[in-house]
């Protein structure tokens, strides 16, 4: 089956760096989405890999590791607004998403 | 406003009811997707169309049925409403599955059945 692994719940420190683990097992693979979602709001989406290595965009980058099924989710200098939950999907060979549960970022001051 | 527009917002009902979520989007985009979330559980497909003449089952399709009325609106129907349809529904566009094609998410639409 497929399946897509992420912690539930990671807590961090405001102005501190955290990194969001997602590892996959899919029929294929095209392409790796991170997405935010703030509690009862809709996702949004953050980054996009479908090659290997990093993608930086501010203060957040995502890596992937296509040989290992590994992506993780970075976040620099941490604002409290940067509490929420972060979703890894992967895109499989027909196309379609297959989501993780989501991983639940507690920030503190 | 929002480029994807749910309603209702918030609904409860009882069992054997049926339910409609309408979805319109002003993004032009031509898919269009029902998701449901439930907690501890990832995004689940519901159903999806690639245009209006294009309905397709997703992960979870018993229990519910669609309509793509125009390209812009795309609503989800529960024909006799059940408590463990309970849930977050979301509506999404995305503008081509290929390279990329990000999902664009509406607000979402919460309903509890009785």
Same mark, same amino acid.
């Given at each position: 089956?497929?399946? =897509? ?5 990671? !807590?961090? !420190?405001?102005?501190? =760096?955290?990194? =969001?683990?997602? !590892? ?14 703030? $509690?009862?709001? $809709? ?21 992937? +590791?296509? +040989? ?16 929420? +939950? ?6 499989? +060979? ?16 | ?10 609904? #409860?009902?009882?069992?054997?009811? %049926?339910?409609?979520?309408?979805? @319109? ?5 031509? &898919? ?11 995004? &689940?497909? #519901? ?19 669609? @309509? &793509? ?5 795309? @609503?989800?129907?529960? /024909? ?13 566009? @995305? ?6 094609? /990000? ?6 639409? %919460?309903?509890?059945?009785?």
């Amino acid at each position: 089956g497929q399946n =897509i692994d992420q912690p539930t719940e990671m !807590t961090a !420190t405001e102005g501190a =760096i955290v990194q =969001i683990n997602c !590892t996959y097992q899919t029929s294929g693979f095209n392409g790796l989405f991170w997405y935010q979602q703030h $509690a009862g709001e $809709a996702p949004t989406f953050l980054s996009y890999n479908v090659l290997d290595g990093l993608e930086e965009k501010g203060r957040f980058s995502s890596f992937l +590791s296509r +040989s290992k099924g590994y992506s993780y989710l970075l976040l620099k200098e941490l604002q409290m607004k940067d509490s929420a +939950s972060y979703l890894c999907a992967v895109k499989d +060979s027909n196309y379609q998403l297959i989501w993780g549960a989501g991983t639940k970022l507690i920030i503190k001051p | 406003d929002a480029d994807v527009t749910q309603t209702p917002r918030n609904r #409860i009902t009882k069992t054997g009811k %049926r339910i409609m979520l309408e979805c @319109s989007q002003t993004k032009g985009h031509d &898919r269009m997707y029902w998701y449901r979330q439930d907690p501890g559980l990832g995004l &689940r497909l #519901i159903y999806y169309s690639f245009d209006v003449k294009d309905i397709n089952k997703g992960e979870i399709s018993d229990g519910y049925s669609v @309509s &793509r009325q125009a390209q812009a609106k795309f @609503s989800l129907s529960l /024909e006799s409403a059940i408590p463990n349809q309970t849930a977050l529904y979301f509506c999404a566009t @995305s503008d081509f599955a290929g390279e990329a094609g /990000e999902l664009f998410f509406g607000e979402g639409s %919460r309903l509890t059945v009785l």
